[in-house]
Every structure is written in structure tokens, then in C-alpha cells.
């Protein structure tokens, strides 16, 4: 029997190779003689490098970087065996670099992202993924776009640093120094949100206050996103108002779209095919998953959804543990979902239970392992 195990992330507990492992040592203790495929996912956010380097193999490198507040931090990136290249926004602008006491994104900057493009095209890299999610920031990629050369002047004709503060104060573009892309160089975008860049819905006021913005912080950004648009117009001929998902981590979308010609991408969907997801699940007998909270949301966009989709093309039976199960909350179950199985495994605090997800993650998944290994048995002998 084939088992495909992959799992999203536990978040605040476990990363999703974490997860995989500790559900493939569950299975392999109920029935070690199944061959158990681990293929950890992610969807774009924090732990895409890891998962993806080790699904698809590669490697990861560490670069010092410039980090959200202007120090320097070490960011992973990945290099697969095709020549791609993995990075994560987050290793260089990631909200967890920031101390909760410096939130603000009018002051954080992209500027370590745009080095570690700028890295990935100087080696070489004709493909380059950039999950977007969990940033610190809201400049419209002004930081990682003054990486790659770009400057961006005042009225007085003086360069501003790529802040979120800076946004309303542009009034004249240089792109002269931009950094050339090599012919046939690819930028996709590892992204599942669809905000647009600035509004209600934008960056700034449904993402910025979680950032660490104030009311007053959140009109000013929202504001220098609307200026930066029209800057943008005006010099590239580009529009990006209505671009779908232009506001995730943000803004940094619009303006990669905008100067580099950068493509999103559904974050599961493509890590799910630099992982080669579908063809392990065609040849799967059971597939498992799991992520930390399951409720509305599980079953629209997220990772468990896209791993649903693919058991549901190919009809395979899908296993999800989760840490937390809100029933109230889930929908008619799709049809090939074959069980929900909480990972808890009695009264306990949820901090207790993150502190020791790795051992009840195995726990469950040996019980599972059992059940499987005897309904195997049993349909073999019949």
C-alpha cells in the first residue's frame, strides 16, 4: 500500500516537514511494511523554502540580507535541481523580525527582498518563486525595487529610502539603473490573496493594523498606495488599481508586476507542482494531510483544499489531522475526505497541545496507520 503524507504547516508549533515526519514515524510504526511518501506543503508563506527544497530536493543557501528595520538578518533561499529558485518574503521582510514594540509598517521596508532577486538572477536563475506571505511591510515593493536599482525621488530631486513613508512623497522615477533581466527569466509569485493594491480591501486597511498600524498609520499608507499607483502610471504606463492580489504583502506584488513583469501564482498550486504533488497522488492508495485549525476557511483556497481537489480528480481517499477542529464552523464535507481526526488526545491547554504537537501528531497517525493496516488486510483477503 502507498501512503502520500502532505501536510501544511502546524502554525506555532510544527513546520509542515515537521508534521510529514512525524506522521510518516506514526505510520511506519502501525505498519512498516507501506511505502509512506512525505511531500510537506505550503502555500507561499513562512516555511515554503524548506518544504519545497525538501520535497523536490536542492538545496538551501543562507544570505545576509538587509531585514525589515534596516538590519541586517540571514535569509534560507532554495535552489532546486531545474535551476529554480525558492525565496520567502518573509526570511527578509517577515513580521516575526520585528519586535512587537517597532511594529509599524510605515518605517519597514522590502529592501532584503529585492537583495535576495538580485541574488537569485546574478546566479543565474531563469525561474524564481517569491512567497509573499507574512510581511512587516507596506511600501508597493518600493524597498526591494530600490535593490534592484531603481531610485525613487522627491520633489527636490533628493533619493528616498523604500519605506512605507516614503510612498507619498515619490515624484520622479529612475529606472536606468534597474537590474536587466536575462532573457527568458521568469518571476511567479506564491500568492493566495486577491486584495487589490489600495481601498478598503487594500494593503493598508485590511492588512496594516495586524502590522502594527494605527488608524491614522493605516489613511496614511493607504493613501501613498494610491499616489505610488499613479506614479507608476504616469512613468511605466502600467496600471495596477483593479490588479487581483496587487495588495498582498503590501503592495510588493504591484510593484513587481509593475517594473519586472512578475506573474501570481496560487501559492498551493504551485508549490504543489514544484513538489510533484499530483503524480504522487495518482499512484497513492490514501493520502494524508493536516494543518493546525480547520473551520470555514480549510476547504476554500487553503492547503488542504488544493490537496482535496487533486484526491478528488484522481478519487483517493484523504485523511486530514488537524489540531484543532472547529465543527460548527466546516461545510458539508467533500466526498473524498474519508475523516477529520484531531490530533488531541485529551484535556489540554492549546499551549500545552502546541508543546507537544510533534508527539501526538505520531500518536494519531500510528492509530490511523493501525486501522488502515487491518481495513488493508481484510480487503486483500476477501
Known amino acids: 500500500m502507498r501512503i502520500v503524507v502532505c501536510p501544511d504547516s502546524f502554525k506555532g508549533s510544527l513546520g509542515s516537514p515537521e508534521v510529514g515526519e512525524a506522521i510518516r514515524r506514526g505510520l511506519f510504526q502501525a505498519c512498516p511494511d507501506f511505502t509512506v511518501c512525505v511531500k510537506p506543503l505550503a502555500d507561499g508563506g513562512e516555511g515554503t523554502v524548506e518544504a519545497v527544497v ?96 531603481v531610485r525613487f525621488l522627491d520633489d527636490t530631486g533628493k533619493e528616498l529610502e523604500g519605506t512605507g513613508e516614503n510612498l507619498s512623497k515619490i515624484a520622479c522615477i529612475d529606472t536606468s539603473g534597474l537590474l536587466c533581466l536575462p532573457e527568458g527569466t521568469e518571476i511567479l509569485i506564491a500568492s493566495d490573496v486577491t486584495n487589490p493594491l489600495y481601498g478598503p480591501l487594500g494593503a493598508a486597511y485590511v492588512y496594516g493594523p495586524q502590522k502594527g498600524a494605527s488608524p491614522k498609520d493605516v489613511a496614511y499608507l493607504d493613501q501613498g498606495l494610491r499616489h505610488f499607483a499613479r506614479i507608476i502610471e504616469t512613468h511605466l504606463g502600467v496600471r495596477v488599481d483593479e490588479l487581483p492580489g496587487g495588495g ?94 484531531p490530533i488531541v488526545d485529551g484535556p489540554m491547554s492549546e499551549k500545552e497541545a502546541m508543546e507537544k504537537a510533534e508527539t501526538l501528531v505520531e500518536r494519531v497517525a500510528f492509530v490511523l496507520g493501525r486501522m488502515v493496516r487491518r481495513l488493508f488486510q481484510e480487503s486483500v483477503q476477501t
Do not use: H
Open 54 to 149: 525538501l520535497a523536490a530536493g536542492g538545496e538551501v543557501r543562507e544570505l545576509e540580507v538587509t531585514g525589515p528595520l534596516w538590519g541586517k538578518v540571514q535569509a534560507k533561499v532554495g535552489l532546486l535541481p531545474d535551476g529554480t529558485c525558492v525565496l520567502e518574503l518573509a526570511q527578509a521582510a517577515g513580521l516575526p523580525l520585528v519586535p512587537e514594540t517597532e511594529r509599524n509598517p510605515r518605517r519597514t521596508t522590502t529592501y532584503g527582498v529585492g537583495e535576495m532577486l538580485r541574488w537569485a538572477i546574478e546566479q543565474g536563475c531563469r525561474k524564481i518563486v517569491l512567497g509573499v506571505g507574512g510581511s512587516a511591510t507596506c511600501d508597493g515593493g518600493m524597498g526591494a525595487l530600490s535593490a534592484l536599482g
Open 248 to 341: 498582498a504583502a503590501g503592495g510588493i506584488v504591484a510593484g513587481l508586476y509593475a517594473f519586472l513583469g512578475a506573474r501570481v501564482v496560487p501559492g498551493m498550486q504551485l508549490v504543489a507542482k514544484l513538489v510533484g504533488l499530483e503524480e504522487a497522488i495518482a499512484k497513492a492508495d490514501l493520502v494524508v494531510t493536516g494543518e493546525g485549525r480547520v473551520d470555514r476557511q480549510t476547504f476554500f483556497g487553503k492547503v488542504v483544499a488544493g490537496v482535496a481537489e487533486i484526491c478528488r480528480k484522481y478519487r483517493k481517499p484523504l485523511v486530514v489531522l488537524a489540531g484543532k477542529i472547529l465543527w460548527e464552523e466546516l461545510p458539508e464535507l467533500p466526498e473524498e475526505i474519508a475523516g477529520i481526526f
